[in-house]
DNA sequence: ATGACTAGGTGTCCTAGA
């Protein structure tokens, strides 16, 4: 089966796109990220057309999630991160998770954190430290889960076109990268990362500066299996063929092929 | 050194993105 990511940067104005994409790869899952779409304005039927279920998490301008499964309805089991003690109830539409044919599927949106230092990026970080303690909550279940999505880090120096023009962004900053590090400490396995160990993998590209056509990247969307699943991993890719079309996202979708179905 | 693009909301500019 095949699990995709896709930070779509509006579902009104992405919906063609996103339609005939899922048409031609045919995802089992696809995780949407910023729909920026409340929740009455979501096109279920344009899905349900196709064949496909989904549930969605909206929020007015900004944010929002979603995942959408092939002929099967997502059975959420939370939405939003669960509030760690001294957290304030968070606003943003950022987190959907559900069981989709025995897999967990943990879809997210991350903080961008600019500018830094700020607010912005003291939300990002305290966002990681509860997705970092809901993650040990889907470990402790030994159950065959992947938690993908928008994470708004660059891993490493190998993931970005050029480390000095991103020195001074949220994306590279030494507390965004640790961590994300922490994340995969606990044994989760970026599988993007795993196939491609030598970087140079991007799953955005800025509209500015010509940055598609200079190939001019960076990969920030990830894919992170549980061992259950991280056994079972077949191949991983980017869809980069999406990002160059007519009134693309400024993502291209991610995804990975799990064995068995 | 600076700005550059896109989407959404209610706008003729602003916020936000990364």
Do not use: C, H, L, M
């Given at each position: 089966m095949r699990i995709a990511t896709f930070n779509i940067n509006g579902i009104k104005a992405r919906l063609p796109r996103l339609l005939e994409w899922l048409e031609e790869t045919r995802p089992a899952v696809a995780c949407l990220q910023e729909?920026?779409?409340?929740d009455e304005g979501f096109p279920a039927e344009a899905f349900e057309k196709i064949g496909y279920h989904a549930i969605w998490h909206g929020q007015k301008s900004f944010n929002g999630v979603a995942i959408l499964a092939d002929g099967v309805k997502p059975e959420e089991t939370q939405r939003g991160l669960p509030l760690l003690p001294g957290d304030e109830e968070d606003p943003q539409s950022r987190y959907l998770e559900a069981e989709v044919n025995g897999v967990r599927i943990a879809c997210l949106y991350l903080p961008?954190?600019?500018?830094?230092?700020?607010p912005k990026f003291d939300y990002k970080l305290a966002w990681m430290r509860r997705l970092q303690a809901r993650m040990r909550e889907l470990w402790q279940l030994e159950r065959p889960t992947i938690v993908l999505g928008?994470?708004?880090?660059?891993?490493?120096?190998?993931?970005?076109?050029s480390v000095r023009a991103m020195a001074d962004d949220a994306l590279t900053q030494p507390e965004s990268r640790d961590a994300y590090r922490r994340l995969l400490g606990d044994?989760?396995?970026?599988a993007l990362d795993t196939l491609n160990p030598r970087g140079g993998v991007w799953t955005y590209w800025d509209y500015q500066r010509g940055a598609w056509q200079r190939d001019h990247g960076f990969r920030i969307d990830h894919c992170l299996l549980s061992p259950e699943l991280a056994d079972r991993l077949v191949s991983a890719g980017v869809?980069?063929?999406?990002?160059?079309?007519?009134?693309?996202?400024d993502h291209a979708p991610v995804w990975v092929e799990i064995t068995g179905t």
């Open positions: 729909i920026k779409s409340q961008n954190g600019n500018p830094q230092p700020g928008d994470f708004n880090v660059i891993p490493e120096a190998k993931d970005t076109f044994g989760w396995t970026d869809d980069k063929e999406y990002r160059g079309r007519e009134k693309a996202s």
